[in-house]
C-alpha cells in the first residue's frame, strides 16, 4: 500500500464553500489525510470543525502560528498545509509553515502585495518546499489537450488570445441588504476583487494553454453594481504578448445570466482551440479550412498525457472536484517522490507553483495600476 | 463524529470501470469505508485488489460465498456489500448476502431473469433488509428538480416521453479484433446487452422522474454493427403508460459521434422538462407561451430539495461520480438511521431500490420478449 | 434576357401564410412570374388578392375549373399552377389543370387518398406533365450535402434513422376559444392532421438524403391537447426499411417549446450526419473514431453540387424563402428546359414530384390504418 | 396596386457578391425594380450585367456621372441609386447623384475619409435627400426587439457591452497565392480593412440596439495572417461610453473556425441581452435573477413592433436577404412616403442613414489613430 500523506489546513471552516472543496481534491485519490486544522479566526469554529471532521482535539490550533511551530515539532506533523483563508490573510499564514520547512498549498491570489509573493517565492525556492497554488480550472484533461495542442504545433503560431469570466452573482447590490460579501471588502480581498478572484484564473488559465509571456497591458477596470463599491466588479484587459500575440481578458461579476463559464479561445495560425469550464469535458478545434470539431476527453483521439487526467470515459461528466482532485493528485504525487529522495521532473511538476501565483498576483497589480492611470499601458515586469 | 459504515465489494477489481465508481461513491461523503471484497473470480486479482486498496488480507475472499458466511460471522463485519460483477453473477451474490441479513447494494440490470429478481425483492422484504440498485444517473439535483416539477404540476399532465441514450462504442465490429466485450456475450449479460444495460437507464430515469408506469410497449431490436453479433445493440421501443400518455425509447450502441448522452424530455399540457446526462447540471423547461428556459442546479429558482443534491454552486460543473456520490449518501443515511432503530421514511428510501430492480428486468424481457414475436405489443404486468 | 415562366395560383390569398412564401420562392430568381389566380373560395378575395398584386381582372378566377379552361385558351396562358389551398381541395384543382395540358406544383399532402394521387401521378406521366409537390424543406444545400454523402458511402451503409418534427402551437385548446385551424378539420384535413402536415415531411427528407424505401411501418396516432379533436396531434412510428435498416419518427404539435425543428439523423456504418431545419446552414457529422463536426454550407469542404443551392457564403444564413426559392428553381429550370424541347435528366428533375407526393399520402394512410388496427406493422406497398 | 420605385445601381455587377444582395432586397416587397445601372469600371461588364438584368440598353453607363446626370434628366429617371462598388468609389458617386436630386443607399462603411462623409451628410440634409447607408445586419426581427427591450428597461440601465465579429477568411495568406482581395488593398478599402469592413458592424450595431454614444476609445489593430499585409485583419477596440457603461469590440478576419457570426451581448442592471448574426432568429435573454431564456421572433412574447419585421412564423428561419429586404423596405417606403408629399416621422425614417455612415467612418478613423499613437485613449467626437 502507497504511503499517505498527512496535512493540516489553515481556513476552511465548515461553511466555507472552498474549504470542502480542497478537503474532497486532497483526499480524493487516497494519497494524504486531514490531521490538523486552524479553520477559523473564531476558535470555537475550529473546534466544531475539527470535530466534525474527526480530528483530534489536540492538533486544533488558534492561529497559524500556534500550527505551524506545534506541527513543525511533532513526529507526526504535518507533510503540507492548505491555506484557504481569505486573500489577505494567506502571506503570514504560508511564510510561517515555509519558515519550518512545511510544504505549502495556497489558495489564488497568492497574497495581496507583490512584495509578499516575491518573499514567498523566494523563501519557498530557498527551503527546498513545494508551493502549489490552487488555480485548479485548468488541471481538466480538456485544458491539458489544449496546451499539448499548442506545444505540438497544432494550431501553428498564437496570434490572438480571447478569454472572459463572467458571473452575475453581484449584479444586485447586496451589500445594501446587509450582505457584504468578503470579495467586495479590501481589508480582506486586497487591492481587487473582480480581477483578483477571477480575473487572475483567466490569466493563469491562458499562460498554463500556451505559454504566452505578457510584455505590457492596458486595463479598464469598474465598480458597477452598487453605490460607492469600493472595488472593481468589472474589469477589460488588453494585453500585449512578448511574441507579438495579442489578446483580450474580460472578467465580470454583473454579468447576469453568466454562473462560471471561464471561457478561453486560442486563435493561431494554423487552427484554433475554445475550452469553457462550465462543460469542461469538451474542446472545440477547428483547423484551417476544415469543420470545426468538439472532442471530448476520453476519446482516444486526445493526447495520451491529457487522457490521463481523465478519470472517467467519454461521455460521463467530470467537473469541479475532479479538477481539484487532479491539482492535488499532482502535488501529492510530487511531495511523495520528493519525500522518497527522488528528484523531481518537470512532469511531476504540472501544477501552478509559487512563480505562477506570483506572476498572478503581478498581474491584478498591474490591471489596477494602469487603470487607476487611466487606463494606459503599463509594462508587466 | 458520525459512525462509519463497513462495506465489502462482489467484483470491480482493479482495472474494472464501475468498481472504482462505486467505491468513490460510497465514501465520498465519509460516511462508509470499504473493508472486505471478492473482487473477482481470479483469487490473485482479488489479492492484488485488496492490497493496492489497503485491506486486511483475511477479509479478500475466494468467492461471494465464503464472504457471505465469514463478514457475518464477524463482530465487525460489513454492513453492507456492493455487487458489481457481470450481470449473470449478480443473483447468486445479493442472494448470499441477504440470506445472511447483510444489506446489499447491487449494479444495474438487478439479474439476468425475471424470476431471479422477483426471489431478490421477496427475500430483502422479508429480511428487512435495505437494497438498493444503482440506477446513479438520476441522482443529479436537475433530475431531482424534474421529479419535483412534475409531482408539483408545473408541466401539467404528461403525454409525451421521448427519451433516448445512444452510444457508439460498439459501431466498429471489435470482435473481429479479437476484443469481445462481455456485454455482447450472451453468458455474462443475459438475453440483451443494449437494453440491458443502457435502455434499463431509459426507463428508470423515465420512471424516476416522471412516477409513469408502463401499461405495455412494442420493441423492435436489432443487432447492428457487425457480423453475427448473438446480441442487440439497438433498440426502438414504443410504450403505452397506464395513464394514456405515449413514450418512445431509443437506446443504441452504433451511434457514431455519441457518448452517453442519455436524453429525456417529458412534455406535459402545460410545459416541457428536458436533461441530457453529458450536461447534467442544466435542465431546459418550456412552459406554454413562454421562452424555452436553461435552469442551472444551484440557483435559487431551483427547488430546495433538488438543491440539497447540489454540492457545488450554479456553475461549478458536478458529474458522474457526484451522482454515485448523492446514491450513496441516501443508501449510507438510511442505513446508518436504520442501524440507530429509526424508522425510514420515503424520504429516507428516496433511491432505487429491490423493486425499481425488478421494474428494469421485467423491462428488458418485456423488449426482448416483443422484438422477437415480430415487435408486437406485449403487456409489461 | 432568359424567357420567364408565367403561372397561377389555386389558393393562398392574402392572409394565406404558405400563400405568400409560394409567391417569392417561384420569383426569387426571376424565371417565372405570376399572371392569374383563383386565390380563395370566396370570389371577393380573389378579386382583392389579385388587385394586390398587380394582376389583370380578366384573369381572377371563380374557381379553378373556370381558371384551367381559360387559361389553357389563352395564348399567353399560365404554364403552371401553384395549388395551396386546403389538403381536400388539391386532386380536384390538380386534376383540372392536368387534363388541359397546364403543369402543376401542389403543396403538401397531395391528396387526401391515396386513390387520388394514384390518378394524379398516372394523368401527370399520361399527358408528359411536369408535377411538383412542394416539399421545400429539403431544399436545402445541407440537405443535398446529407444526401450527396449518403450517396457517396461517406457513412457507410445506413443502420438506423432517428427523424422527429416536434411543434407546440397546439399545445393548447384552442378550438375552446373558437379558434378551429382547418388542419384539425377532418372536412379538410382528410384523414391526418399531424401525420398529413409535419410527420410527411419527416418521410420525405428521409427518402430524399437515404433514399430508403418503407417495407412496413407501425404507428401510434394520439388525439392529444384538446377534448375530443377528431385528429391526431402526435404520432411515433417505427419504420422497417427494405434495406434492414430501422428508422424512428416522432412528430407533434402538442410539444411546448419547440417551434418547427425537423430533425434527421442518419447513422451508418461509418459515420452520423445530423441535420435540424431551424438551424438549416449546419450539418452535423461524425465519422468512426473521429470526433464530431461542424460543417457550414458555402465552405469548400461542401460538395460542389451543394454548395450551389447556396446563395450566400457561409455564415450569412439562408432559411425558408430560400429553400422554397431552390425548389421553384429547380422546377422552373426544368419547365423551361421542357418547353424548349430539350431532354430533361435527372439531375434536371432533383425535385420531390408526383410520386414521391403519392408516397407521402401512401404514408400518411398507412400511419393511420396501423394505428386504428392496435398500432401493429402494415406493409407500406 | 402600388406605386412602384425606379432604382439604378452603381457597382454590383455579375459576380459580385453584395450586388444580387442588394437587389433582391430593394425588390423583395415589389416596391422597387431595377431600371438603370452603372455596375463595372469595365464597360462590358455593365453592359453583359444589364443585358442579364434585362435593362434597356441606352440606361447602361460608363460611370457614375454619366448615369446621374443622364438619369436625372429622364422624365422616367430613377428615384434612387444604390452604390455598392469598393469604398473608395462611394464618395464621388453619392455626391453625383445627391448634387442631382436623387436619393442614396449606400454599402458601408459610406466613404474613406471623415471630411468626405461629413460633406455627403452635409449635402443630403441641404437637397432634403433620402440617404441610407446599408448596415443590414440589424434589420432582423430579433435585434428590433434588443433595441425595444433596451429602450423598455427591461434590463435597466446598460453597464457593459460585449461585441465581436470573428471570420477566418483571411487567415491563410491568400496574397501569396496571387489572390489579393480589394479589402486588403489600401488604394480601395482606405485607411482600415478590418474595422472597416466589419468592425464597423459592431459599431453600427451596438449602436442601434443600445443608443449608447462613444465618448472615447482605445484600440490595438494587428495586421495577422500574412507577411507584411498593409492593412489590419485584427483589431481589439475598448469603448467609453458617454454614458459611463463600458464597451469591449473585437473584429478579425483571421480567426480560424468562423464564418460570420457578429455577436453582440449587452449587460443591464436588471438584465442581459445576446444576439448573433449567425442564428438571427433568436435571442438570449436573461434577468436577475431568473434563468436565461432563449425568445423566438415570430411569438407572442416578441414586441408586435419587433415581429413586424418578420415575415414568417417561429422556427421558420429567415436570414442575410430578409434582413436587406428590411432594410429596403424601410426605405422604400420612406420615399414611398416622401414622393407623395408626406411627412416622415422617425419611425419612418427607422434605417442606418447618412449620419450613422458617418459616425461608422469616424468610428474606423478613431480606431486606427489611436492604434498608431500606441493605443492610446482618443476622443470620438
Known sequence: MVDVLRFGMVGGGLGSYIGQVHRKGATFDEQARLVAGSFSRDFQ????????????????YRDHNEMA???????????????????????????AFLERGIHVVCDKPLTVT??????????????????????????????????????????GEIQVVMAEYPMGWLAAPVEQEGEVPWRTD???????????????????????ITGLEIEELCARLDNF??????????????VKYKSGAVG????????????????????????????????????????????????????????????????????????????????????????????QGLELTSEDLDFPDVFAGLRGVKFIHRCVESSKR???????D
Open 248 to 339: 483580450n481578458y474580460w472578467c465580470s461579476q454583473v454579468a447576469i445570466g453568466y454562473d462560471n463559464p471561464l471561457k478561453v479561445r486560442i486563435f493561431g495560425t494554423k487552427g484554433t482551440i475554445e475550452w469553457c469550464q462550465e462543460f469542461p469535458n469538451h474542446l472545440r478545434v477547428a483547423k484551417l479550412g476544415q469543420p470545426p470539431q468538439m472532442l471530448a476527453k476520453g476519446q482516444e483521439y486526445f493526447y495520451p498525457q491529457a487522457n490521463e487526467l481523465a478519470r472517467l470515459g467519454a461521455g460521463h461528466p467530470e467537473g469541479y472536484y475532479e479538477a481539484f482532485a487532479n491539482f492535488y493528485r499532482a502535488f501529492n504525487g510530487a511531495l511523495l517522490k520528493h519525500k
Open 114 to 155: 507583490v512584495e509578499e509573493a516575491e518573499e514567498l517565492a523566494q523563501l519557498a525556492q530557498e527551503k527546498g518546499l513545494l508551493f502549489a497554488v490552487s488555480y485548479a480550472y485548468a488541471q481538466c484533461p480538456a485544458v491539458k489537450q489544449a496546451q499539448l495542442m499548442v506545444q505540438n504545433g497544432d494550431i
Open 225 to 238: 453594481g452598487g453605490d460607492n463599491r469600493p472595488l472593481d466588479t468589472n474589469a477589460h484587459v488588453l
Open 374 to 380: 487611466g487606463s494606459v499601458w503599463v509594462k508587466f
Open 186 to 208: 479590501p481589508k480582506q480581498s486586497g487591492i481587487s476583487n473582480c480581477v483578483g478572484d477571477i480575473g487572475t484564473h483567466i490569466e493563469n488559465t491562458v499562460a498554463y
Open 45 to 60: 469554529r475550529t473546534l466544531q470543525t475539527g470535530q466534525r471532521l474527526g480530528l483530534d482535539r489536540e492538533r486544533l
Open 69 to 95: 511551530e506545534q506541527e513543525a515539532a511533532r513526529e507526526d506533523g504535518i507533510d503540507y498545509v492548505i491555506i484557504c483563508s481569505p486573500n489577505y490573510a494567506h502571506y503570514a499564514a504560508a511564510k
